[in-house]
């Protein structure tokens, strides 16, 4: 595996795995409009995608190459990818942003009886206009459109080890970054603050930017975990937390931290110990072959038998070049958690109404069971003094 970037073989491997998802599911070719789908496929990796002028296109035939239907405004960087067949159209353009040039190369490889996979499921979303698309399928028919969100869900889930290492690098930034903590966090300093310099040196210790990040304080716990930073001041007894998704190389990590500022009560001391040990439960027990939902319950099961009321809403996803990824940790999600899969760990505590704490560790499965990714947290609450 190269420092950064992939071998061009990696990807070809990705290709061929996606054919075969694809002949199985009778799709004929496969259209990827997402920023993720598309460097999953072909190593495309810009921060462009954050302006939603200009829609970007690549086709999988059922054999062969990928072929990139994309703005030339592109084209430089997607000839440094492994992409051959790269096919531009001078964008944005009203009236006719590519459409054309799409429905002519998919015409050339699909035949009329033939069938287009377009991911259309939960976690997906198509990046063209609608207007857009309505005018492709009525250029493409008789050919069909259907629901390929198993083809790329089912191949995609499955880290190569290439893919792990970048996920395994990503969460060292944020170790190393977590064991700077009192540098940047302690009584006085505003939740403003600590934001701003944690994401600073997350950027300091090798992250290429820092998409996501989250957290909370208060009195023995906080309210949610989403919250963006305000100018409250950190006082003694607060707990705080920071997550982190940050980037390298594409990969995400995500994962918290707790942290008591100069003391914190019993309360909060054990719901962080009920947490630490529910998910050394699922580290001893989790194997491939379980579901989604059975992670959620043994993560219940360990709480409510530690006299822990368990957090509302999901307890772990999955993660790579998204920051959350399928499946979600609830009752409802039965997918099958197979070797290869990099998950969170995520359990909650209500510590009283209103009240949480979060705990996070990232791991990929293996046949034996879970390999942390991330550094474990310590065992017992950590006092920033």
């Not at 159209?89 to 054309?100: E, I, K, L, Q, T």
């Not at 594409?250 to 630490?276: P, W």
Request: include cysteine.
């Amino acid at each position: 595996m190269l420092e950064r970037g992939f071998l061009f073989e990696e990807f070809r491997t990705r290709i061929t795995r996606l054919q075969a998802a694809m002949a199985d599911a009778g799709e004929t070719a496969l259209l990827l409009t997402s920023q993720v789908d598309i460097f999953y496929t072909t190593g495309f990796l810009t921060r462009f995608w954050e302006s939603p002028a200009r829609p970007w296109f690549v086709i999988v035939p059922a054999q062969g190459d990928p072929i990139a239907v994309i703005p030339s405004i592109g084209a430089d960087l997607m000839s440094k990818t492994w992409l051959t067949d790269i096919r531009t159209w001078d964008a944005p353009f009203p009236g006719d942003d590519g459409v054309s040039l799409l429905s002519q190369t998919l015409a050339g490889i699909v035949p009329e009886t033939g069938t287009i996979g377009l991911p259309m499921g939960l976690e997906t979303h198509l990046r063209m206009p609608l207007a857009d698309y309505h005018q492709l399928t009525k250029n493409l028919a008789p050919r069909r459109f259907v629901d390929a969100t198993n083809t790329v869900q089912r191949t995609r889930e499955i880290k190569s080890e290439s893919e792990v290492a970048k996920i395994r690098a990503a969460c060292a930034v944020a170790d190393r970054t977590f064991a700077r903590i009192q540098d940047f966090a302690a009584e006085g300093r505003t939740h403003a603050e600590v934001f701003r310099d944690f994401q600073r040196t997350l950027l300091e210790e090798g992250a290429d930017w820092v998409s996501y990040t989250a957290g909370g304080a208060g009195p023995g716990g906080y309210g949610d975990v989403i919250s963006p930073a305000t100018d409250q001041r950190l006082t003694a007894g607060d707990i705080l937390m920071l997550d982190t998704g940050a980037v390298r190389d594409g990969y995400f990590c995500d994962f918290d931290r707790n942290y008591a500022i100069t003391h914190a009560d019993d309360a909060a001391k054990r719901a962080y110990e009920q947490l630490f040990h529910a998910t050394d439960h699922v580290l001893d027990t989790l194997k491939p072959g379980h579901t989604a939902s059975d992670v959620h319950a043994m993560f219940v099961d360990s709480l409510t038998k530690q006299g822990a009321t368990p957090g509302g809403g999901r307890l772990g996803h999955g993660l790579g070049i998204t920051l959350t990824e399928w499946p979600s940790f609830t009752p409802h999600d039965h997918t099958e958690l197979r070797a290869g899969m990099v998950l969170t760990l995520e359990p909650g505590v209500e510590i009283a109404p209103g009240l949480f704490q979060v705990h996070e560790e990232n791991i990929v499965l293996r046949d034996t069971g879970p390999e942390l990714l991330s550094s474990r947290a310590p065992a017992s609450l950590p006092i920033l003094r």
